[in-house]
Structure formats: C-alpha cells, structure tokens
C-alpha cells in the first residue's frame, strides 16, 4: 500500500515536472525566435488553407507549386509531429488524448510558430494550417469535449495572448477549403493512415462546425477569407484552384505598391 502510495507520488512529481520543463523551454525557444524585420508594406502576402481534416489542403499547396518562384510554400509540421526523438506524439494523441493533448497541442503551437516567422524574399506566403486553426479548432475541440482540464486549456490560451501581442503571425488572407463530414471522413478512410485509423464521423463533424463558427460566421479572428468547395473530386477542383490564383498573386502584387484595406468579412469566390 505505502509502495503503491510512493509510485503514484513519483508519477504525479515526475508529471509536474515534466510539464514545468516543456514549458519553459518552450518559452526559451519561442523568446530566440529570430523574426525578420521587414520594411514598410514589403512583408510577403500572407494566406493560411485552412479546412477540415482530409479537405485537401496539401493538394491545393501542390497546385502553386507552379508559382514557386513568386510562392513559398510551407507545409503542416505533421512529419515533426510523428517523429519527435522517435516519439510520434501524433499517433500518441489519437490514442490517448486525455494524456497527450496537452504535451501535442504545446509542440504543435511550437512548430506553427516556427513556420509563421519563416523567413522568405518571395511576395508570397502559403502556409498549410496555422496557430489560428490550433487555437479555434482543435483546442476549442479538446477543451469542450472535456479531453483538455480547464487550467491546461488557460495556459494555452495564455500562451496564444502572448505571440498574438509579441510577434508578427497575422495573414492577409485565408482560404477556406470547406467540406462536408462525410466527405472528408471517406476521404480519411481511403487514405488509411495509421495515426487516423481512430478519427471519427462524430469528431470531423465537432470540427467543422468550429470551424464553420471560426471562419464563416466570424466568431474568431478576422480576415478576409475566401470559400472554395473542397467536396469535388480531384478532376473538378483543379478549376475552384484555378480561380483562386487570381484573389492570391494579384494581391499579392498590389501589396507591394500600397497598403491593403482593414479586413472585410467572408466572400466567396464570386465577390
């Protein structure tokens, strides 16, 4: 009994004492984060793709990589998610989210921060995913199906306080890949990737509505964002894609020459 007593407070010690350790040097690394400072109205036109699970934001990263010498294109970190000193903190979290939301939502804010102050010469930005998404969506998610305790989920919004008001992570733009479910679900399902194996119906259904109240009824941060319907099939989005070149680099190139209007609401592609 007193064995099974000094177990649990070795296991509660080593607990605290890990989460004190990762967090502060998360904040040593995040305070050593070189951004670079650009002249006035010079910054690269910066778009987020954002979506659901399985809505086919890498396909569309893919399809500018045509423009790669206007264009940088900056992937999800989910590689580091999946191999971080061998431990896949991704597969992990899938399988053990009241454990490791936290430790994965932490390394996941770390790696999204490090892809917003990506340093690039090109007029353009396209970042797959962002804080923002972390933030509204799947954090919201945790902490509301009670996945997440209520003091873990303050610090990370703490957390988000703190780079939203110290460093430079806002975008011009946000392109909405917006899908249904069960589209996405079947998607998931075809795709057959280990670490999504567990990846419910129920779940992308929590995250699109987060989604859908983050970015098309305004609930969250705002900018300007555009609609685009990722429930096409591969031969038919290319043309939703095609239209979206314009609303990307063309802005992109008037940033260059004057200073973009306050953000508006949602448009879609027709605006």
Same mark, same amino acid.
């Given at each position: ?30 305070? $050593?984060?070189?951004? !670079? !400072? ?24 893919? *399809? ?60 353009? !930005? ?8 972390? !933030? ?5 998610? +945790? ?10 989920? *303050? ?12 460093? *430079? ?45 983050? +970015? ?5 941060? $705002? ?26 680099? $063309? ?21």
């Amino acid at each position: 009994m007193v064995f099974g007593a000094y177990k649990s407070s070795i296991s509660i010690n080593f607990s605290a004492r890990f989460y004190v350790f990762f967090f502060l040097s998360h904040a040593i690394m995040a305070s $050593n984060i070189k951004v !670079k !400072k650009y002249g006035a109205g010079c910054q690269p036109f910066t778009v987020l793709i954002e979506g659901n699970i399985g809505s086919g934001k890498t396909t569309f990263l893919n *399809h500018f990589k045509q423009f790669e010498d206007q264009v940088c294109l900056i992937t999800e970190p989910v590689d580091k998610w999946r191999n971080l000193q061998e431990f896949n903190l991704l597969s992990l979290m899938y399988s053990q989210p009241d454990k490791w939301a936290m430790p994965f939502q932490s390394y996941v804010n770390l790696t999204m921060l490090q892809s917003h102050t990506m340093q690039t010469d090109k007029p353009v !930005k396209l970042m797959e995913r962002s804080l923002y998404s972390s !933030k509204y969506c799947f954090v919201e998610n +945790l902490y509301k199906s009670k996945l997440m305790e209520p003091a873990m989920y *303050h610090i990370l919004q703490e957390w988000y306080k703190f780079i939203e008001e110290s460093i *430079h992570i806002r975008a011009d733009l946000i392109v909405y890949l917006r899908t249904s479910p069960d589209i996405v679900h079947k998607r998931i399902q075809k795709r057959a990737r280990s670490e999504e194996s567990s990846i419910s119906l129920k779940y992308l259904q929590e995250l699109h509505d987060l989604h859908e109240n983050w +970015l098309m009824a305004n609930q969250g941060y $705002n900018s300007k964002v555009i609609v685009l319907n990722a429930d096409l099939d591969l031969e038919q989005i290319g043309t939703e894609y095609k239209r979206s070149e314009n609303h990307i680099i $063309n802005a992109a190139f008037a940033q260059q020459q004057a200073v973009l209007v306050s953000p508006s609401k949602s448009h879609s592609l027709d605006d």
